[in-house]
């Protein structure tokens, strides 16, 4: 890590606890409904609007206005979708992999809405060392989708990381 990185993460884990009561409430009914209204949005517009605001403010390094949006999204959220794989790329690239690794554990336990989801779930558990619940994020998303190629691959290199060779060589031959 170069110096120049270090200080911002470090800044930024230490200013953004994880704590509930620094969460932004999504039950702030009359802000959100306004800005619904205002836009002419749906909810689902308005929160998928949110997510891609997020996306593009994490890669251009704002990992704290990405996480402010995603946080009550997140807090309401039913299924593990896109703005989990998002906080998870956030807390990873702001080096407070501690973090990362419990939410990952808490999303574990959460319905998953996708292949998508779970190809996303074993990325990011693979980045952070846990290599057997990639293993088992990657089968889930190939039985998902079962013509995905990119997922078959994925679930070939984890395969072989973990040393089944022969499991990877099947599903290197899916992909």
């Known amino acids: 890590m170069n110096g120049s990185t270090r200080p ?22 009359a802000k959100w409904a306004a800005t619904i209204d205002q836009r002419g949005l749906t909810m689902t517009e308005f929160v998928r609007q949110q997510i891609d605001g997020a996306a593009r403010l994490l890669r251009n390094g704002k990992i704290t206005d990405a996480i402010s949006i995603l ?7 039913r299924t593990i979708g896109r703005a989990h794989a998002l906080y998870l790329e956030a807390m990873i690239t ?15 336990n959460s319905p998953v809405d996708s292949a998508d989801a779970y190809d996303a779930l074993a990325y ?7 290599h057997e619940i990639s293993l088992q994020m990657y089968r889930l998303a190939s039985e998902a989708a079962p013509n995905d190629a ?6 070939a290199t984890s395969e072989h990381s973990l040393g089944n060779h ?3 060589y099947e599903a290197c031959s899916r992909a």
């Open 8 to 29: 911002l993460q470090e800044s930024w884990i230490k200013e953004n606890a994880y704590g509930p009561a620094n969460w932004l409430s999504f039950r702030d009914q």
């Open 71 to 77: 946080r009550p999204i997140l807090q309401e959220a």
């Open 94 to 108: 702001a080096g407070d992999h501690r973090h990362a690794l419990e939410f990952l554990q808490t999303s574990l």
């Open 124 to 130: 990011f558990s693979r980045m952070l060392g846990q």
């Open 150 to 155: 990119q997922i078959w691959y994925n679930r």
């Open 166 to 168: 022969s499991k990877a």
